[in-house]
């Protein structure tokens, strides 16, 4: 059973960059493909960013170029490093873990979650 712990998140300003981690423990984190989601008050769960085991990663529209996903295989974590942050990436931040990287976009394939942690980008 795999256990996910987000954390970094917190209160920057637009064009601001931020950091946000997540620790896994419990499992063989090497395995597993991983995914950041998100979501804002009233809307949906929304893909982020994945990485492969082998470091593939997908990005939507929205974040590519601006968002970077990476993990380490050692320290059994996966980042998301966030660049030129927008009000509009106001949201609770998911990390989450599925044993395939095949429509990864789609959050109901993946088998674990962290609890969130909240980013706001607000001047």
């Known amino acids: 059973q795999l256990q996910l712990v987000e954390s970094g998140g917190g209160l920057v300003q637009p064009g601001d960059s931020l950091t946000l981690s997540c620790e896994a423990s419990?499992?063989?984190?090497?395995?597993?493909?991983m995914g950041w989601f998100r979501q804002a008050p009233g809307k949906e769960r929304e893909f982020v960013a994945a990485i492969s085991r082998s470091g593939a990663t997908d990005y939507p529209y929205s974040v590519k170029g601006r968002f970077t996903i990476s993990r380490d295989n050692v320290k059994n974590t996966v980042n998301l490093r966030m660049n030129m942050l927008k009000s509009e990436d106001t949201a609770i931040y998911y990390c989450?873990?599925?044993?395939?990287?095949?429509?990864?976009?789609?959050?109901?394939?993946?088998?674990?979650w962290g609890r969130g942690t909240q980013v706001t980008v607000s001047s």
């Open positions: 989450a873990a599925k044993p395939l990287f095949v429509s990864v976009r789609i959050p109901t394939g993946y088998d674990y």
């Open positions: 419990g499992g063989t984190f090497s395995t597993y493909v």
